[in-house]
């Protein structure tokens, strides 16, 4: 198998000073995320999520063990811009990510930084804004635009660095359910091109169509598996404070009524498709 990150005994810890204690958010994590993949990453607040998200693009550096993004050491400084080049990373908050007074300034940034010819930063800026729907904003200050909007602006900044992993933490928390489903699609529109895709979600809906479910609890993996398999160890789920998706809910108590639905059924468009057949 192809990873493009991969992670041996990462332990990160906060030293506020040399009185207090270190915050150990990160404790010896071991994993590797394949090329190509759709990894969701669930857990309370809390749980390292974020934390294990700057690691990842070199914001921040392991205390102990070490990372490699497309076989570059995150730690080594001489390669700390093809770490964040390979792996884009976008966050929460739309207005701490946006810089420009211009959307398409904004967009050119991250390529400008990498030192990429003019002509060709253009054709990735008009490409990247067309990529998230928002090539009639090019000439827009993006303080006019909704959250969604802004949300979209800061992924093509993204894009247009041509990462081969975006890193993404929590996108669609400050959106409304429409900003929320407009970004998810342009997730999978991203994932469908090739890009492998790394989503920090507190939405279990979110997680349903990943390759791959990681749950994080006290710095550590806790569950890591197939959706399915996953959200199958529902005891185990609730116990650190997760929900069920709404469709294996569903699906457990039509089992109790005896209606055999397939194990692989997690997502509300399945199910839906499901229960058509009893029409
Ligand atoms: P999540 O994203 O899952 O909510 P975080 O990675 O933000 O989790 O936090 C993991 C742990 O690290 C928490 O105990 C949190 O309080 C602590 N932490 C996060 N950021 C800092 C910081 N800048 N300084 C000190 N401790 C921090
Ligand atoms: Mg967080």
């Given at each position: 198998?192809?990873?493009i990150?991969?992670?041996?005994?990462?332990?990160?810890?906060?030293?506020?000073?040399?009185?207090?204690?270190?915050?150990?958010?990160?404790?010896?994590?071991?994993?590797?995320?394949?090329?190509?993949?759709?990894?969701?990453?669930?857990?309370?607040?809390?749980?390292?999520?974020?934390?294990?998200?700057?690691?990842?693009?070199?914001?921040?550096?392991?205390?102990?063990?070490?990372?490699?993004?497309?076989?570059?050491?995150?730690?080594?400084?001489?390669?700390?811009?093809?770490?964040?080049?390979?792996?884009?990373?976008?966050?929460?908050?739309?207005?701490?990510?946006?810089?420009?007074?211009?959307?398409?300034?904004?967009?050119?940034?991250?390529?400008?930084?990498?030192?990429?010819?003019?002509?060709?930063?253009?054709?990735?800026?008009?490409?990247?804004?067309?990529?998230?729907?928002?090539?009639?904003?090019?000439?827009?200050?993006?303080?006019?635009?909704?959250?969604?909007?802004?949300?979209?602006?800061?992924?093509?900044g993204?894009?247009?660095?041509?990462?081969?992993?975006?890193?993404?933490?929590?996108?669609?928390?400050?959106?409304?359910?429409?900003?929320?489903?407009?970004?998810?699609?342009?997730?999978?529109?991203?994932?469908?091109?090739?890009?492998?895709?790394?989503?920090?979600?507190?939405?279990?809906?979110?997680?349903?169509?990943?390759?791959?479910?990681?749950?994080?609890?006290?710095?550590?993996?806790?569950?890591?598996?197939?959706?399915?398999?996953?959200?199958?160890?529902?005891e185990?789920?609730?116990?650190?404070?997760?929900?069920?998706?709404?469709?294996?809910?569903?699906?457990?108590?039509l089992?109790?009524?005896g209606?055999?639905?397939?194990?692989?059924?997690?997502?509300?468009?399945?199910?839906?498709?499901?229960?058509?057949?009893?029409?």
């Amino acid at each position: 198998m192809d990873s493009i990150i991969r992670i041996e005994n990462l332990t990160f810890e906060y030293k506020k000073g040399e009185e207090t204690e270190p915050v150990r958010a990160l404790d010896n994590v071991n994993l590797n995320i394949e090329r190509g993949s759709f990894t969701a990453i669930l857990g309370k607040n809390g749980s390292g999520k974020s934390t294990f998200a700057k690691n990842l693009n070199g914001l921040l550096v392991p205390t102990e063990g070490v990372i490699y993004v497309n076989g570059y050491d995150t730690s080594d400084d001489e390669h700390i811009w093809d770490v964040r080049q390979s792996a884009g990373m976008v966050f929460q908050n739309p207005d701490n990510q946006l810089v420009s007074a211009i959307v398409e300034d904004d967009v050119a940034f991250g390529p400008e930084n990498l030192g990429i010819e003019s002509s060709e930063i253009r054709r990735r800026v008009d490409k990247a804004l067309s990529d998230v729907n928002m090539g009639a904003f090019k000439g827009k200050p993006p303080h006019l635009l909704s959250g969604g909007q802004k949300q979209r602006v800061a992924i093509a900044g993204v894009v247009a660095m041509k990462p081969s992993c975006i890193i993404f933490d929590e996108p669609t928390a400050m959106l409304d359910p429409k900003g929320r489903n407009e970004i998810m699609n342009i997730i999978e529109e991203l994932h469908d091109e090739g890009i492998t895709v790394v989503l920090i979600t507190h939405f279990m809906e979110e997680a349903v169509h990943a390759d791959r479910v990681i749950i994080m609890h006290d710095g550590k993996v806790f569950l890591d598996g197939k959706p399915e398999e996953v959200f199958a160890q529902k005891e185990k789920v609730l116990s650190v404070n997760l929900d069920i998706p709404l469709a294996v809910e569903l699906a457990d108590k039509l089992r109790e009524k005896g209606i055999d639905v397939p194990k692989d059924i997690i997502g509300m468009e399945e199910m839906v498709e499901y229960l058509c057949q009893y029409e």
